[in-house]
């Protein structure tokens, strides 16, 4: 253990360029931003980073440094809208906490996503099927049907007024009457939810999509909820200034995981299972910013105020304390939308897992579409396939799930850590591929 702590000590020292994953604590992350703003480091955690880039773009509509929802309300809502969150992804941590409360508590449930998800069908009361990338169209026809009878600045008004509605319907291939469904289903006393996921975050039009749904926690009273995409991802978005690119020399930082971490709930806890008095390799690495620390509470006395955090004079079991929100300057401005990105033909969404169990459950290293998909593409079950998303190459079998629907298979990859690409760009992407013979076919005109 000690001779891996000098090991990453002597690369971070080395080092331009730190990249680590958003699974990080938060006392890493803050001897990252020292290293940052002493020697100049670059910071680089791409999945972090667009959620941060997120983050940023609501908190200008929102006027509050973070999003204001929370996951008790989420618990007692009458209606929970989920979008751009695919609940197979293992990396967002706090999807399975989601998913118990919607099966226990029942509310209604409309699961907006361009993937149809049989595992999860049986809760969902209402299912809206949008076009890949047509994300903010969607965003825009959330906000125009749910501020609709709402109070809101005349200046919003105008803009909301300007949006092509037709346009997007079409577009997105959401019909303005199964928003109108949605939001008719329940009184105008009820609590409303709404969740987002990385495929949002990832999104090329991202920042407007994000003030768009900022306007609902701000002006309809919605309970927004964005999902981190990883452990500490709001934790490490809070801290650290990060970069979007590497320069120089760099080295890959594996977590300690001596710390805390922030939850989906704004809470600050205790890494799971540690106990909290072992912090010997994070007051080891403290050394290279050139400060000494003995405890957590040292620590605690660092982190960013101005960010929510606080600091503690003692160490317990369970939340120890809720990040305070933190007032921002509103900017009220929005673009047009303009032509929306086309995907089309066979498309392939890309994921995280964690190593499967058994056979039964989604594997690495296999494609899974539907007959529709095996059709298009003039693919068989059990054909070796071989394609690219991003520069990352993958081989794989290809398998027809029988449950699936459409023209978008499922690439879950255990392994996303690997590549910055994989875990900051947008989640669908077209698919050009070869067979094991060489023979091209699908989408190779692209």
Not at 137 to 151: M, R
Not at 212 to 219: I, P, Q
Request: aromatic share 8%; charged share 25%; with cysteine.
């Amino acid at each position: 253990m000690e001779n891996r702590i000098e090991s990453h000590i002597e690369n971070i020292e080395e080092a331009d360029s730190i990249i680590f994953s958003a699974e990080i604590t938060n006392e890493e992350a803050l001897i990252f931003q020292w290293l940052k703003e002493k020697q100049g480091k670059r910071l680089i955690c791409p999945e972090a980073k667009a959620y941060q880039d997120f983050l940023k773009a609501y908190s200008s509509m929102s006027g509050l440094h973070m999003f204001k929802g929370d996951m008790e309300t989420l618990a007692h809502s009458d209606l929970v809208i989920s979008f751009g969150v695919w609940f197979q992804d293992q990396s967002t941590a706090s999807v399975g906490e989601v998913r118990k409360a919607i099966e226990e508590r029942k509310p209604r449930f409309v699961y907006m996503h361009p993937i149809e998800d049989a595992a999860l069908q049986p809760s969902v009361s209402q299912f809206i099927k949008y076009e890949a990338g047509s994300e903010e169209g969607v965003a825009a026809l959330l906000a125009v049907t749910l501020l609709e009878d709402k109070s809101i600045p005349e200046q919003i008004e105008e803009i909301l007024e300007e949006f092509d509605i037709g346009y997007l319907s079409a577009e997105s291939n959401v019909g303005e009457e199964e928003l109108e469904s949605m939001y008719g289903s329940v009184d105008r006393t009820a609590t409303l939810s709404l969740i987002t996921g990385s495929d949002l975050y990832t999104h090329p039009k991202a920042g407007q999509i994000a003030k768009l749904l900022a306007l609902l926690e701000r002006y309809a009273g919605v309970n927004v909820v964005c999902l981190p995409p990883a452990q500490n991802a709001l934790g490490v978005a809070l801290v650290c200034d990060l970069d979007e690119k590497i320069q120089g020399k760099s080295t890959v930082y594996q977590t300690c995981k001596e710390g805390t971490y922030v939850h989906a709930d704004k809470g600050v806890y205790i890494s799971d299972g540690r106990d909290p008095a072992d912090i010997g390799a994070l007051n080891h690495m403290a050394k290279i910013a050139g400060l000494e620390m003995q405890t957590l509470m040292d620590y605690s006395r660092r982190l960013p105020g101005t960010k929510g955090f606080q600091e503690i004079d003692e160490v317990k079991k369970g939340c120890l304390y809720p990040l305070a929100l933190q007032e921002r300057d509103i900017d009220i401005m929005l673009d047009e939308i303009e032509e929306m990105p086309l995907y089309d033909g066979a498309l392939v969404y890309t994921y995280s897992i964690e190593e499967p169990a058994s056979e039964k459950q989604r594997m690495p290293d296999r494609l899974y579409g539907s007959k529709q998909f095996a059709t298009a593409t003039k693919l068989q079950d059990g054909d070796m396939i071989s394609f690219e998303v991003g520069g990352v190459k993958f081989s794989s079998v290809f398998k027809i799930d029988t449950h699936m629907k459409g023209v978008i298979a499922l690439n879950p990859v255990v392994d996303i850590k690997l590549s910055a690409y994989l875990l900051s760009s947008y989640r669908f992407s077209r698919l050009a591929f070869e067979k094991i013979n060489n023979q091209k076919i699908g989408n190779n005109d692209e």
